[in-house]
């Protein structure tokens, strides 16, 4: 009772603290939590008519058919290659970006750079794309004309499935790679300038201080980022994908972001999609916590 008394004391004393937690609460009840109990059409025949209550349940069977189906594999493969390929480049980039934008004293040069490398973030895929298009064309695309150069034939990069994995993660990593690097800039400003001074007069040059007070400093934050990477690992993003697509690259631009939306919307398959999305949120809530387990033993820092 007296315990209670007292939590009930606490949370009057910080009550406008909760109450502005009640808008986020509520978004993530409305738009998280409840939307996850439409994941049992994943068991159904799901049917728009009888609806969740009056569709006959048929177990598994929508997980098997996506087992059996023929490209399947080539699916799975396509989504790990880039969630893979997304984590050694375009995580990493960000923290060597940081690293180095730290290292400009001129302040009016810094904030320039960062101005021109945060500009990509506002732009919607859609035009990313176009910008891609533009440059990559086989006919006027700044990068045919300068292969020119050199006697170089004109390559048609997006009809060639060999090169969108690398136009994928290279788009990406153009657009994001400035705003990826608020949060470690952010980190790097909160170090104690002390540090740095003491680490001068014992003699350590730029390169010993970023070793020994730089990383250190950074590794909470780079942890805690990478883990909620990897819980994101199977979501690439569908818009992302799609808007590069076309049919001479799809054999290595299939995801199953891209593929939930063809089975689901274009052909009104809502339990096989609601069967792969719920396998994809599987695997990556698995690798989380694997991850998540591995850090906290490793060094100490965790999500939970």
């Known amino acids: 009772m007296v315990n209670n008394q007292s939590k009930l ?5 910080f009550k406008t603290l909760y109450f502005l937690s009640i808008p986020g609460l509520l978004y993530f009840l409305v738009f998280k939590y409840v939307p996850l109990f439409g994941s049992v059409i994943a068991f159904q025949d799901f049917n728009l008519f009888s609806g969740v209550f009056g569709s006959p349940w048929v177990g598994f069977k929508h997980f098997e058919r996506m087992f059996s189906h023929y490209d399947f594999i080539n699916i799975l493969k396509n989504t790990l290659l880039l969630g893979m390929y997304d984590i050694l480049f375009a995580f990493t980039a960000p923290i ?3 690293l180095l934008l730290n290292e400009v004293r001129l302040m009016l040069y810094k904030k320039i750079i960062q101005t021109v490398m945060y500009a990509p973030h506002f732009l919607s895929w859609v035009i990313v794309s176009g910008i891609f298009v533009g440059i990559l064309s086989p006919e006027s695309g700044v990068l045919n004309v300068m292969i020119g150069w050199f006697g170089v034939d004109p390559i048609y ?15 990406g990593l153009w657009r994001d790679v400035g705003w990826g690097t608020i949060i470690y800039l952010a980190a790097l400003a909160g170090i104690n300038p002390d540090l740095y001074e003491a680490a001068e007069i014992d003699g350590a040059g730029r390169w010993k201080q970023t070793l020994n007070i730089t990383l ?8 805690i980022l990478f883990l909620l990477k990897i819980g ?3 979501d690439y993003g569908f818009e992302r994908v799609f808007v590069f697509q076309n049919p001479l690259n799809i054999q290595n631009s299939e995801i199953l972001d891209t593929y939930i939306y063809k089975a689901g919307l274009r052909q009104l398959q809502f339990s096989y999609a609601t069967a ?4 994809k949120s599987v695997v990556g809530l698995t690798l989380l916590m694997i991850a998540n387990t ?4 490793a060094t100490g820092e965790s999500l939970y």
């Open 157 to 171: 990069f997006l009809g060639d499935e060999s090169y969108i994995r690398t136009i994928l993660v290279g788009s």
């Open 294 to 297: 591995l850090s906290k033993k």
């Open 276 to 279: 792969i999305g719920v396998f």
């Open 96 to 98: 060597v970006l940081a």
């Open 232 to 234: 994101d690992f199977m």
């Open 216 to 223: 250190p400093a950074l590794l909470p934050v780079v942890t």
């Open 9 to 13: 004391g606490y949370m009057w004393k």
